[in-house]
T-cell receptor, first 113, second 113 residues
Framework: DQQVKQNSPSLSVQEGRISILNCDYT??????FLWYKKYPAEGPTFLIS?????DKNEDGRFTVFLNKSAKHLSLHIVPSQPGDSAVYFC????????????FGQGTRLTINP | DAGITQSPRHKVTETGTPVTLRCHQT?????MYWYRQDPGHGLRLIHY???????DKGEVSDGYSVSRSKTEDFLLTLESATSSQTSVYFC????????????FGSGTRLTVV
């Protein structure tokens, strides 16, 4: 049972345009959501997060939106740059314990010049 | 960046042989995790540790065991490797505080032939 789903395996966007990556979840106990970025042959690195008490969090070119009623979050990157080409993972955790993260399948973003 | 290293970076082994992957941290973080990354599945939790000698299973723990005899080291062992365990393995560390973020190692690419 995939609790966190990224239904788009890949996305191609022109440089300078907006990239929108989507993520859906099924577990209503999740209260913290994160996006990680991964380059080939490297480990994932933290990008941005949002708590369930918020609906938006912004950090420079990156904004994460959370719609709790739809159990949906999205990552907006604007403007998109060639260095943004990577695999993006959505992750979620529930309160308490070891803060285990549940990850989505990932979306490969390609920024075209 | 947090000090976390994985060894080896690459390994090819034969079916039925035991394999041990090592994760070493210099951050004195309480929590350590082992994930595997496979196409179409994203990152899935194998085992995690919440202290020395304290470990628990994740969602894909069958065929794997772990040990943590020191805060800084978390070992993942495949008792008898199978081809289905061919994957990229990532170790992560976390302070374990609420809303904490993971820091990942660079990964170990394991091929079982």
């Amino acid at each position: 049972d995939q609790q966190v789903k990224q239904n788009s395996p890949s996305l191609s966007v022109q440089e300078g345009r907006i990239s929108i990556l989507n993520c859906d979840y099924t577990n209503s106990m999740f209260d913290y959501f994160l996006w990680y970025k991964k380059y080939p042959a490297e480990g994932p690195t933290f990008l941005i997060s949002i708590s369930s008490i918020k609906d938006k969090n912004e950090d420079g070119r990156f904004t994460v939106f959370l719609n709790k009623s739809a159990k949906h979050l999205s990552l907006h990157i604007v403007p998109s740059q060639p260095g943004d080409s990577a695999v993006y993972f959505c992750a979620a955790s529930a309160p308490g314990g070891a803060q285990k993260l549940v990850f989505g399948q990932g979306t490969r973003l390609t920024i075209n010049p | 960046d947090a000090g976390i290293t994985q060894s080896p970076r690459h390994k090819v082994t034969e079916t039925g042989t035991p394999v041990t992957l090592r994760c070493h941290q210099t951050e004195n973080h309480r929590y350590m995790y082992w994930y595997r990354q496979d196409p179409g599945h994203g990152l899935r939790l194998i085992h995690y540790s919440y202290g020395v000698k304290d470990t628990d299973k994740g969602e894909v723990s069958d065929g794997y065991s772990v040990s943590r005899s020191k805060t800084e080291d978390f070992l993942l062992t495949l008792e008898s490797a199978t081809s289905s365990q061919t994957s990229v393995y990532f170790c992560a560390i976390s302070e374990g505080q609420s809303k904490s973020r993971y820091t990942f190692g660079s990964g170990t690419r394991l091929t079982v032939v």
